[in-house]
């Protein structure tokens, strides 16, 4: 009877000291995730510059103001309309930086693709590049022949 006790206490520590060891990798994606919620959310025209601004890498700073940002939204309201149901579809991960490619829907445009490369130093991720492009998914044969 001591045996089992003892052996469930070790099991049940274990388990609870494995969740103390979270890979690092996990809380930059949560950042870039984070980072990625709030750019979707202000090119739809809600949330601001300066919540965003703070996950921009200093040279998108620079070259990204906010000015640009109205542009952006005001581009994207009018080419695309209103970008809906953003899933992450693919993740790239290099050894100074991380490529996330989203997939969402739009009012104009069936299927959206929104790209955002990120710049991980140390335990910080800063955005690099952000690219919003209309995109055509197509089926293969084998898709086509099963409608």
């Not at 921009?56 to 070259?63: C, G, Q, S, Y």
């Not at 050894?95 to 790209?115: E, F, S, T």
């Amino acid at each position: 009877m001591k045996k089992v006790i003892l052996a469930l206490t070790m099991m049940l520590s274990l388990g609870m000291a494995s969740l103390g060891f979270a890979s690092p990798a996990s809380d930059l994606l949560s950042q870039e995730e984070n980072a990625v919620t709030k750019m979707v959310a202000l090119l739809q025209g809600k949330g601001t510059y300066e919540e965003v601004s703070g996950s921009f890498a200093p040279e998108l700073k620079k070259n990204f103001p906010e000015s640009a940002v109205v542009n952006l939204q005001r581009d994207v309201k009018n080419q695309l309309g209103s970008i809906s149901d953003v899933k992450l579809a693919r993740l790239d991960k290099f050894p100074a930086a991380d490529r996330l490619i989203y997939l969402g829907k739009a009012q104009k445009a069936p299927n959206v693709q929104l790209v955002f490369v990120f710049e991980t130093k140390g335990k910080k991720a800063f955005m690099q590049i952000m690219n919003v492009a209309p995109v055509e998914v197509k089926q293969t044969p084998a898709q086509q022949a099963a409608k």
